[in-house]
């Protein structure tokens, strides 16, 4: 069974900290996606990262996929009021059309 | 462009209940996924439908049931309500690219089943 741990499952900063969310797992994925979720919405997709070792950047977001491709992470610098909300990891795997979700890190940045 | 729409928003059902959840695809989307989301936990794979069939499966019982139509829209069933399947359910769309890693989903608002 695959399994996609994260952590923290709560983290809550002040504004203009920085923080990272981590992403494991013992299983090699293809691609693993990040994505947020607000209250009374669905998830949104921030990114993909395919390549072992690959970094991505938006904006103040950094994404890492471990070079196994086994585990992610998101960093936040100088993190916002708006980056509050559930953050979800999802790793895919080849001949797969299923996701494998994480539980999720619900962030809380207070002002 | 609207994106995914689901219906309807809220509901609440007594245990034994049936009921029947509905997801438009975003416009150009041939594939719907549904969702399980327990209060606190990441979404669980119930389904995928491709082309009206059932393409894969994820660990739950018969009880939960699907169909797509030829127009792409998407129902989920549940029958026989337990306390357990109190969640959001999500529905999710995308254009076939074949495996996951591949697809970029589309997240409808969800629909949140209350069982009593």
């Known amino acids: 069974t695959q399994l996609l741990e994260q952590s923290p499952q709560f983290l809550s900063i002040q504004e203009g900290e920085n923080l990272t969310v981590y992403c494991n797992s013992s299983?090699?994925?293809?691609?693993l996606q990040w994505y947020r979720q607000e209250p009374g919405e669905g998830p949104v997709l921030l990114v993909t990262?395919?390549?072992g070792g690959e970094v991505k950047k938006l904006k103040r977001l950094t994404f890492q996929f471990g070079d196994a491709r086994k585990d992610s992470s998101l960093h936040i610098t100088a993190a916002q009021t708006g980056d509050t909300g559930l953050y979800l990891c999802?790793?895919?795997?080849?001949?797969?059309?299923?996701?494998?979700w994480g539980a999720g890190t619900k962030l809380i940045i207070k002002p | 462009d609207a994106g995914v729409t689901q219906s309807p928003t809220h509901l609440i059902k007594t245990r034994g209940q049936q009921v029947t959840l509905r997801c438009s695809p975003k416009?150009?989307?041939?594939?719907v996924s549904w969702y399980q989301q327990a209060l606190g936990q990441g979404p669980q794979f119930i389904f995928q439908?491709?082309?009206?069939?059932?393409?894969q499966r994820g660990n739950f019982p018969d009880r939960f049931s699907g169909h797509q139509f030829p127009n792409y829209s998407s129902e989920l069933n549940v029958n026989a309500l337990l306390l357990g399947d109190s969640a959001l359910y999500l529905c999710?769309?995308?254009?076939?690219?074949?495996?996951?890693?591949?697809?970029?989903?589309?997240f409808g608002a969800g629909s949140r089943l209350t069982v009593l």
């Open positions: 999802a790793g895919a795997v080849d001949s797969n059309y299923q996701l494998i």
């Open positions: 299983s090699v994925f293809s691609s």
């Open positions: 990262v395919v390549t």
């Open positions: 416009s150009g989307h041939d594939t």
């Open positions: 439908y491709y082309e009206e069939e059932e393409r």
């Open positions: 999710a769309s995308s254009f076939n690219r074949f495996t996951a890693g591949a697809n970029v989903l589309t």
